[in-house]
Every structure is written in C-alpha cells, then in structure tokens.
C-alpha cells in the first residue's frame, strides 16, 4: 500500500497569505497524485488531478506541482472560503490512498 | 448536472448487514468506474472499494474484503455496496464518488456524493 504524508497537520493563517502544504508519497506514484478541498459537513471536492491540473472551477490562486514522491499545493492568496481541510489522494497504484489531511485555519 | 446521492445508511447491530445505493444522473454512468469512499466521525477519507465501467473488474480495501460487496446496475444508473459483518469500526460516512476519467479503473474523484451515514452499535 502507498502511504501519503502529509504535512503540516494544521496551519493556523490570515486572509492573503500564501500558503503551502506538502504530500509525500512511500513510493512514487508518478504524477497520479489529486488534491481534494473539504469544508466542514461537506463531502470532498476536487482541486486539483494529475499533480498540477485544476479541475473545473478551481479558483487561479490554487496550483499543484510534483511528481514521484513529493508534491505540493499552493494557494497564492488565502481567502476566507478556503479555510478547510485538504487531502491528497493517489490514483497510481491499489488500493487508492489518501493522506490524513492538512487543515488550513484562521 | 452531474449528481451522485447515496440512501441506504442507518443504525445496525455488530454483526449486521446493511446495502447502500447511489444513484447518479446528469452524466452517461456507463462510462465511468465508481467507488466507495468513507468517513469516520472526526477521521479523514479511506477508500472503500470500486467498480469498473461494466462491474466486470471490483477492488477492495483490505479491512473490507470478504464482507463488502460492490456492484452496478448501469441501466438504472445506480452503485451499491453490500455491507455484511459490521463492525464498529465500519462506522463512518459512506460517500459515492465518480472516477474522474472515462472507462478508466483508476483516478480521482470527481464528483461525489453527500454521503449517508452508517453507525454500528450495540
């Protein structure tokens, strides 16, 4: 099984600052890798696919890099709406995995 | 529009069985893989299990192999997964999801649903 890291487990942040949290992958799983948003009593949503493809509706200010093991989200600017835990998944190898989340706080 | 709701998730018994459905529409089911995804109370995601396009191919999470069962019925649009041998440990939120890519077993998920709760208890 591939095991995702991700760090850190909680970022305590302001409005407008640039943040970026990390996934680390136990093997690498090439560019298979997405980034999914969740707010609180809400199921999941899709950011980001293929390490750096934002998905339909993501917001410019969010942008995904890496491959192999080490991936990255960044979002330029915070604003309120994104306050929410993140999660990365990867989709090359069974079973899918997820890591265990980064919140994003105020 | 692309919609995907789960039904089927209540309280049951250790030991209990109990048979969630999803129902999609807004997209040509038969296109695509679906899965399972599930939530703990306060936990992150875990992958459950997963259906190719035609249910010809599932996939399982270890801890589920043997007592779930996954299965499509694509002229009624609609996933299911069969849950027997409950534990409590298979308290969660039960999510249907989309695999992102058409015909494709593996991706991301994309959309998913708003999920129906199962708590096992005694």
């Known amino acids: 099984e591939v095991v995702m890291t991700q760090s850190p487990a909680t970022l305590s942040l302001s409005p407008g600052e640039r943040v970026t949290l990390s996934c680390r992958a136990s093997?690498?799983?090439?560019?298979?890798l997405a980034w999914s948003q969740q707010k609180p009593g809400q199921a999941p949503r899709l950011l980001i696919h293929?390490?750096?493809i934002r998905a339909t509706g993501t917001p410019a200010r969010f942008s995904g890099s890496g491959s192999g093991t080490e991936f990255t989200l960044t979002i330029s600017s915070l604003q309120s709406e994104d306050f929410a835990v993140y999660y990365c998944?990867?989709?090359?190898?069974?079973?899918?995995?997820f890591g265990q989340g980064t919140k994003v706080e105020i | 529009e692309v919609q995907l709701v789960e039904s089927g998730g209540g309280v049951v018994r250790p030991g209990g069985s109990l048979r969630l459905s999803c129902a999609a529409s807004?997209?040509?089911?038969?296109?695509?893989?679906m899965s399972w995804v599930r939530q703990a109370p306060g936990k992150g995601l875990e992958w459950v299990s997963g259906?190719?396009?035609?249910?010809?191919?599932?996939y399982y999470e270890d801890s589920v192999k043997g007592r779930f069962i996954i299965s499509r019925d694509n002229a009624k649009n609609s996933l299911y997964l069969q849950m027997n041998s409950l534990t409590v440990e298979d308290t969660a939120l039960y999510y249907c999801?989309?695999?992102?890519?058409?015909?494709?077993?593996?991706?991301?998920?994309?959309?998913w649903g708003q999920g129906t709760l199962v708590t096992v208890s005694s």
């Open positions: 093997q690498s799983v090439s560019s298979n």
């Open positions: 259906i190719n396009w035609n249910g010809g191919i599932t």
């Open positions: 807004g997209f040509t089911f038969d296109d695509y893989a």
């Open positions: 998944q990867q989709y090359d190898n069974w079973p899918l995995t």
């Open positions: 999801a989309r695999i992102g890519v058409v015909v494709a077993a593996k991706g991301w998920f994309d959309p």
């Open positions: 293929s390490a750096s």
